[in-house]
């Protein structure tokens, strides 16, 4: 297994461009394209970062500048791109990333590298674990800083407050964490509900057929007309955010990534409006980069309570009981769901034994243990 260092901002492809971007570069944005690179070449590949630009070129792995993580397989044959988990505004799931280092899988994750305002995001590639921090392999070349993840981005807190987006990739099966076992000290439900690994026959993202798209940026503009104007901003939405698509889905698929079409979709409070297609990407194939909040765009805080689910594979339920006939579907860790009760269920939040009536964004209605979601601030 490779592990030599690269850098995108190595002399040699620094000023390429990325994917099939206009003006971006390697260099710029070629944070998780390098990641990536080295992540292949760990499991037996041999690629530098501008081989590695041109194969994924060539095998449609860009949307735009943006680069496909799922498509790695195209150029590096006995890599799976396993799982993608975002954490905006919730602490990471430690316990997965351990899970997946100790299974042979490497970890790709999103920080903020700077601690100025806004959000400057970087991608690195976790190796293993060492103590609380994790040793890593940073794209961008800096030797003077330490090469771990707390120790050069600890200005944001601990491991779990500095990642805010985890990709996994391995040549097998991904490692799940083991259902944590109810403390000694804690009062015993007589079925507790636990978040655990879904079987390969689960349902891990909501059922519905419609097309369920992500902004590639943050502070993403949505609007009561499908153009630019200055007057016509409804909302401002969070690069975590999930839309559904309410055009025709087959029609709208032909859309993602191009500039100057648009696409009228509904979020997770119901507001519906239109956001340009050239900057969201489908869920199921994210096309990931650079992702930069915007000082005059600050993401619209929520108007109604909406939480997150904060464990792995939680399940939706029809009633409010733990039982095999109340089952809907396991809904990933970060997933997004409107609570359909008054204010007063806030404080049903994170207290066990309590539950809660949810509707994904979708619009599939359920009941989700209240001990396992976070509020979405």
């Not at 040793?135 to 407050?161: C, I, Y």
């Not at 401002?236 to 999930?242: D, E, M, N």
């Not at 509904?266 to 900057?279: L, N, P, Q, S, T």
Request: aromatic letters at 8%; glycine letters at 8%; hydrophobic letters at 35%.
């Amino acid at each position: 297994m490779a592990s030599t260092p690269l850098f995108q901002n190595d002399p040699r492809w620094e000023n390429s461009i990325m994917g099939f971007g206009k003006t971006e570069t390697i260099g710029k944005l070629g944070c998780l394209l390098t990641s990536m690179t080295m992540v292949g070449n760990y499991f037996g590949g041999s690629e530098t970062v501008a081989s590695f630009n041109e194969k994924m070129k060539q095998n449609n792995g860009f949307q735009g500048p943006w680069v496909k993580a799922f498509q790695i397989t195209a150029v590096f044959p006995n890599v799976r791109y396993q799982k993608r988990i975002e954490c905006d505004n919730q602490d990471a799931p430690l316990d997965e990333i351990d899970a997946a280092l100790a299974g042979g899988s490497l970890p790709v994750v999103r920080v903020d590298y700077s601690p100025a305002a806004g959000v400057q995001s970087h991608w690195v590639v976790l190796h293993k674990k060492e103590g609380s921090d994790y040793q890593m392999w940073d794209p961008h070349n800096s030797p003077e800083k330490p090469p771990t993840l707390v120790g050069r981005f600890g200005f944001a807190g601990t491991a779990a407050q500095i990642i805010q987006e985890i990709i996994f990739f391995g040549s097998g099966t991904l490692a799940e964490p083991k259902p944590e076992k109810p403390s000694a000290s804690s009062k015993p439900a007589p079925k507790p509900e636990t978040a655990v690994p879904a079987s390969p026959t689960a349902t891990l993202q909501d059922d519905s057929d419609a097309l369920i798209v992500a902004p590639t940026v943050n502070g993403l503009s949505m609007r009561d007309q499908p153009k630019i104007s200055g007057s016509n901003v409804l909302k401002y939405l969070p690069q975590s955010s999930k839309l559904v698509v309410l055009d025709d889905a087959a029609t709208a698929k032909g859309k993602l990534g191009k500039r100057n079409n648009w696409f009228r979709v509904r979020d997770i409070e119901g507001k519906e409006g239109f956001v340009a297609a050239w900057y969201v990407t489908a869920v199921a194939d994210p096309a990931l980069g650079v992702h930069k909040t915007s000082q005059a765009n600050p993401p619209s805080a929520p108007s109604k309570l909406v939480v997150k689910t904060s464990g792995s594979s939680v399940t939706l339920r029809s009633e409010p009981r733990v039982d095999k006939s109340t089952f809907i579907l396991y809904l990933p860790f970060g997933t997004e769901l409107l609570v359909l009760e008054d204010e007063a269920a806030a404080s049903k939040i994170g207290q066990k034994d309590q539950w809660l009536h949810v509707q994904t964004v979708s619009g599939r209605n359920g009941y989700i243990a209240a001990w396992f979601v976070k509020r979405v601030s």
